[in-house]
Protein backbone atom coordinates (compact mmCIF):
# COMPACT_ATOMS: atom_id res chain seq x y z
CA UNK A 1 0.00 0.00 0.00
CA UNK A 2 1.39 3.10 -0.85
CA UNK A 3 0.96 6.68 0.81
CA UNK A 4 1.38 10.00 0.08
CA UNK A 5 3.75 12.00 1.93
CA UNK A 6 1.76 15.20 2.23
CA UNK A 7 -1.39 15.30 4.74
CA UNK A 8 -3.91 14.37 4.81
CA UNK A 9 -1.81 10.97 4.04
CA UNK A 10 -3.97 9.33 1.14
CA UNK A 11 -3.69 5.52 0.24
CA UNK A 12 -3.68 4.99 -3.71
CA UNK A 13 -2.38 2.56 -6.50
CA UNK A 14 -0.59 3.46 -9.33
CA UNK A 15 -0.44 1.53 -12.46
CA UNK A 16 0.67 0.68 -16.18
CA UNK A 17 3.61 2.27 -18.29
CA UNK A 18 5.35 5.33 -16.82
CA UNK A 19 4.68 8.45 -19.53
CA UNK A 20 1.20 6.86 -20.76
CA UNK A 21 -2.21 8.73 -21.02
CA UNK A 22 -3.28 9.29 -17.01
CA UNK A 23 -6.43 7.65 -16.51
CA UNK A 24 -7.82 8.97 -12.90
CA UNK A 25 -10.95 7.10 -11.10
CA UNK A 26 -12.69 8.93 -8.28
CA UNK A 27 -14.81 6.61 -5.63
CA UNK A 28 -18.06 6.91 -4.17
CA UNK A 29 -18.79 8.10 -0.73
CA UNK A 30 -17.25 5.69 1.16
CA UNK A 31 -16.07 4.05 -1.12
CA UNK A 32 -12.60 1.64 -1.81
CA UNK A 33 -9.85 1.59 -4.40
CA UNK A 34 -10.58 -1.57 -5.06
CA UNK A 35 -14.12 -0.91 -7.24
CA UNK A 36 -11.95 -0.10 -9.65
CA UNK A 37 -10.48 -3.82 -10.59
CA UNK A 38 -11.99 -4.47 -13.59
CA UNK A 39 -10.76 -0.91 -14.64
CA UNK A 40 -7.54 -0.92 -13.37
CA UNK A 41 -6.75 -4.56 -14.92
CA UNK A 42 -8.59 -3.23 -18.39
CA UNK A 43 -6.69 -0.14 -18.74
CA UNK A 44 -3.88 -0.31 -17.30
CA UNK A 45 -1.21 -1.75 -20.24
CA UNK A 46 -1.57 1.19 -21.78
CA UNK A 47 -2.91 3.74 -20.08
CA UNK A 48 -1.31 5.31 -16.50
CA UNK A 49 -4.37 4.38 -14.39
CA UNK A 50 -4.35 6.03 -10.43
CA UNK A 51 -6.81 5.03 -7.72
CA UNK A 52 -6.95 5.74 -4.68
CA UNK A 53 -8.83 6.13 -1.26
CA UNK A 54 -10.42 9.46 -0.53
CA UNK A 55 -9.82 11.15 2.58
CA UNK A 56 -11.91 9.96 5.62
CA UNK A 57 -12.00 6.39 3.46
CA UNK A 58 -10.75 3.43 3.09
CA UNK A 59 -7.04 3.32 3.89
CA UNK A 60 -6.84 7.13 3.56
CA UNK A 61 -6.55 9.70 6.90
CA UNK A 62 -9.24 11.88 7.61
CA UNK A 63 -9.49 15.30 8.90
CA UNK A 64 -11.65 16.64 11.51
CA UNK A 65 -12.83 20.37 9.95
CA UNK A 66 -15.13 21.49 7.93
CA UNK A 67 -14.60 19.93 4.66
CA UNK A 68 -15.92 20.95 0.98
CA UNK A 69 -15.75 19.21 -2.59
CA UNK A 70 -12.63 21.90 -3.29
CA UNK A 71 -10.74 19.74 -0.53
CA UNK A 72 -11.35 16.65 -2.58
CA UNK A 73 -10.73 18.20 -5.76
CA UNK A 74 -7.67 19.64 -4.03
CA UNK A 75 -6.57 16.65 -2.76
CA UNK A 76 -7.05 14.78 -6.28
CA UNK A 77 -4.56 17.25 -7.97
CA UNK A 78 -1.93 16.96 -4.60
CA UNK A 79 -1.60 13.32 -5.46
CA UNK A 80 -1.79 13.76 -9.18
CA UNK A 81 1.29 15.60 -8.32
CA UNK A 82 2.97 13.29 -6.57
CA UNK A 83 2.88 10.31 -9.20
CA UNK A 84 3.89 12.64 -11.80
CA UNK A 85 0.59 13.12 -13.58
CA UNK A 86 0.25 16.56 -15.64
CA UNK A 87 -3.51 15.93 -16.65
CA UNK A 88 -5.23 13.05 -16.80
CA UNK A 89 -8.89 11.96 -18.28
CA UNK A 90 -10.66 11.89 -14.86
CA UNK A 91 -13.33 9.40 -14.41
CA UNK A 92 -15.82 9.69 -11.36
CA UNK A 93 -18.77 7.73 -10.29
CA UNK A 94 -21.57 9.35 -7.63
CA UNK A 95 -19.31 11.00 -4.82
CA UNK A 96 -16.55 11.22 -7.13
CA UNK A 97 -18.60 12.47 -10.22
CA UNK A 98 -18.93 15.82 -8.01
CA UNK A 99 -15.12 15.80 -7.17
CA UNK A 100 -14.63 15.31 -11.02
CA UNK A 101 -16.81 18.22 -12.06
CA UNK A 102 -15.22 20.35 -9.37
CA UNK A 103 -11.42 19.65 -10.44
CA UNK A 104 -12.67 20.69 -14.15
CA UNK A 105 -13.55 23.75 -12.44
CA UNK A 106 -11.04 24.60 -9.93
CA UNK A 107 -8.52 23.05 -11.67
CA UNK A 108 -9.07 22.84 -15.67
CA UNK A 109 -5.68 22.49 -17.03
CA UNK A 110 -5.32 19.06 -15.07
CA UNK A 111 -8.69 18.26 -16.87
CA UNK A 112 -7.93 16.31 -20.31
CA UNK A 113 -11.44 14.81 -20.29
CA UNK A 114 -14.47 13.90 -18.46
CA UNK A 115 -16.19 10.76 -17.33
CA UNK A 116 -18.86 11.30 -15.12
CA UNK A 117 -20.86 8.23 -14.11
CA UNK A 118 -24.15 8.44 -11.76
CA UNK A 119 -23.84 11.43 -10.73
CA UNK A 120 -25.68 15.09 -10.03
CA UNK A 121 -24.48 18.47 -10.66
CA UNK A 122 -25.64 19.09 -6.45
CA UNK A 123 -27.31 17.24 -3.84
CA UNK A 124 -29.84 14.88 -4.47
CA UNK A 125 -33.44 15.16 -2.33
CA UNK A 126 -32.89 13.25 1.09
CA UNK A 127 -35.16 10.44 0.01
CA UNK A 128 -35.37 6.44 1.23
CA UNK A 129 -32.05 5.65 -0.91
CA UNK A 130 -30.15 8.70 0.65
CA UNK A 131 -30.88 7.88 4.12
CA UNK A 132 -30.55 3.89 3.69
CA UNK A 133 -26.93 5.02 2.64
CA UNK A 134 -26.55 7.38 5.77
CA UNK A 135 -27.52 4.67 8.13
CA UNK A 136 -24.74 2.17 6.17
CA UNK A 137 -22.22 1.93 9.11
CA UNK A 138 -24.94 1.36 12.04
CA UNK A 139 -26.40 -1.71 9.67
CA UNK A 140 -25.77 -5.70 9.92
CA UNK A 141 -25.11 -8.01 7.20
CA UNK A 142 -29.31 -8.52 6.83
CA UNK A 143 -29.55 -5.10 6.72
CA UNK A 144 -27.04 -4.16 3.72
CA UNK A 145 -28.88 -6.63 1.84
CA UNK A 146 -32.43 -5.36 2.38
CA UNK A 147 -31.52 -1.48 2.51
CA UNK A 148 -28.25 -0.46 0.57
CA UNK A 149 -27.45 -3.26 -2.42
CA UNK A 150 -30.57 -2.33 -4.05
CA UNK A 151 -29.53 1.32 -3.67
CA UNK A 152 -25.98 0.30 -5.16
CA UNK A 153 -26.94 -2.30 -7.87
CA UNK A 154 -29.52 -2.87 -10.20
CA UNK A 155 -31.94 -5.32 -10.31
CA UNK A 156 -30.70 -7.76 -12.48
CA UNK A 157 -27.38 -7.75 -10.84
CA UNK A 158 -28.90 -8.46 -7.68
CA UNK A 159 -31.41 -11.47 -8.96
CA UNK A 160 -28.49 -13.04 -11.07
CA UNK A 161 -25.44 -11.69 -8.16
CA UNK A 162 -26.91 -13.20 -5.33
CA UNK A 163 -24.02 -15.14 -3.54
CA UNK A 164 -21.58 -12.34 -4.42
CA UNK A 165 -24.17 -9.66 -3.15
CA UNK A 166 -23.46 -11.68 0.14
CA UNK A 167 -20.35 -11.43 0.38
CA UNK A 168 -20.20 -7.94 -0.18
CA UNK A 169 -22.89 -7.45 2.12
CA UNK A 170 -20.70 -9.33 5.21
CA UNK A 171 -17.65 -7.56 4.32
CA UNK A 172 -19.05 -4.38 4.51
CA UNK A 173 -21.22 -4.74 7.22
CA UNK A 174 -18.09 -5.86 9.34
CA UNK A 175 -15.66 -3.00 8.39
CA UNK A 176 -15.77 -0.51 10.45
CA UNK A 177 -16.24 3.16 8.76
CA UNK A 178 -14.13 6.45 10.21
CA UNK A 179 -17.25 8.36 11.27
CA UNK A 180 -14.86 11.48 11.19
CA UNK A 181 -14.17 11.18 7.60
CA UNK A 182 -17.86 9.83 6.76
CA UNK A 183 -18.72 12.72 8.45
CA UNK A 184 -17.09 15.15 6.52
CA UNK A 185 -17.70 13.03 3.25
CA UNK A 186 -20.92 13.96 3.61
CA UNK A 187 -20.86 17.59 4.60
CA UNK A 188 -19.28 18.22 1.21
CA UNK A 189 -22.03 16.26 -0.76
CA UNK A 190 -24.51 18.41 0.97
CA UNK A 191 -22.75 21.53 0.56
CA UNK A 192 -21.92 21.10 -3.31
CA UNK A 193 -23.44 22.87 -6.60
CA UNK A 194 -22.16 23.20 -9.92
CA UNK A 195 -25.20 23.31 -11.66
CA UNK A 196 -24.76 26.98 -12.23
CA UNK A 197 -21.11 26.44 -13.50
CA UNK A 198 -21.98 23.61 -15.54
CA UNK A 199 -21.21 26.13 -18.88
CA UNK A 200 -17.67 26.95 -17.42
CA UNK A 201 -16.38 22.94 -18.30
CA UNK A 202 -14.44 23.40 -21.38
CA UNK A 203 -13.45 19.56 -21.72
CA UNK A 204 -14.72 16.59 -23.56
CA UNK A 205 -17.38 15.36 -20.99
CA UNK A 206 -18.89 11.67 -21.67
CA UNK A 207 -21.95 11.38 -18.67
CA UNK A 208 -22.57 7.77 -18.52
CA UNK A 209 -25.46 6.40 -16.40
CA UNK A 210 -27.67 3.64 -15.53
CA UNK A 211 -30.88 3.17 -16.92
CA UNK A 212 -32.11 1.52 -13.50
CA UNK A 213 -29.67 3.64 -11.04
CA UNK A 214 -32.24 3.82 -8.03
CA UNK A 215 -29.85 7.13 -5.87
CA UNK A 216 -29.02 9.14 -8.97
CA UNK A 217 -32.00 9.57 -11.37
CA UNK A 218 -31.88 9.68 -14.87
CA UNK A 219 -32.79 13.56 -15.00
CA UNK A 220 -29.68 14.35 -12.96
CA UNK A 221 -27.53 12.69 -16.02
CA UNK A 222 -29.50 15.00 -18.83
CA UNK A 223 -28.97 17.76 -16.99
CA UNK A 224 -24.82 16.86 -17.05
CA UNK A 225 -25.06 16.64 -20.26
CA UNK A 226 -27.37 19.50 -21.37
CA UNK A 227 -25.07 22.17 -19.58
CA UNK A 228 -21.90 21.26 -20.23
CA UNK A 229 -20.63 22.46 -23.64
CA UNK A 230 -20.42 19.42 -26.04
CA UNK A 231 -20.84 16.71 -23.27
CA UNK A 232 -22.86 13.74 -24.82
CA UNK A 233 -24.74 10.87 -22.58
CA UNK A 234 -25.10 7.45 -22.62
CA UNK A 235 -27.98 5.45 -20.48
CA UNK A 236 -26.15 1.62 -19.90
CA UNK A 237 -29.03 -0.53 -20.10
CA UNK A 238 -29.78 -3.38 -17.55
CA UNK A 239 -27.73 -1.84 -14.82
CA UNK A 240 -27.99 0.58 -11.80
CA UNK A 241 -25.53 2.45 -9.63
CA UNK A 242 -22.44 0.74 -10.00
CA UNK A 243 -22.27 0.14 -13.55
CA UNK A 244 -18.31 -0.18 -13.17
CA UNK A 245 -19.09 -3.44 -11.34
CA UNK A 246 -22.44 -5.00 -12.78
CA UNK A 247 -21.27 -4.93 -16.21
CA UNK A 248 -17.88 -4.45 -16.61
CA UNK A 249 -17.66 -4.93 -20.41
CA UNK A 250 -19.93 -2.35 -21.21
CA UNK A 251 -18.63 0.13 -19.02
CA UNK A 252 -15.28 -0.03 -20.07
CA UNK A 253 -16.01 -0.17 -23.87
CA UNK A 254 -17.91 3.28 -23.28
CA UNK A 255 -14.87 4.73 -22.11
CA UNK A 256 -12.34 3.35 -24.12
CA UNK A 257 -14.53 4.84 -27.14
CA UNK A 258 -14.54 8.17 -25.17
CA UNK A 259 -10.79 7.77 -24.90
CA UNK A 260 -10.48 6.82 -28.64
CA UNK A 261 -12.87 9.53 -29.86
Known sequence: MALTPSEPALSYTLSGPQGAPALVFLNGLGGAK??????V???RDHHRVLTFDNRGAGASASVDQP?????FADDTV???DHAGLDRATVVGISFGGR????LALSHPTRVQGLVL?????GPAAAGPAHQALRRAPELDEQGWLDQVVPVLFGPRYVREQSKRLQVFARSRSRLSADPVGTRCQWEAYGSFSACERLDRIRVPTLVLHGEDDALSPLANAERLAAGIPG???QVLRGVGHSPNVEDASAFNAAIGRFLLA
Not at 67 to 71: I, K
Open 34 to 39: EAWFYQ
Open 41 to 43: RHF
Open 67 to 71: TTMAD
Open 78 to 80: RLM
Open 99 to 102: IAQE
Open 117 to 121: VGTAC
Open 231 to 233: ARL
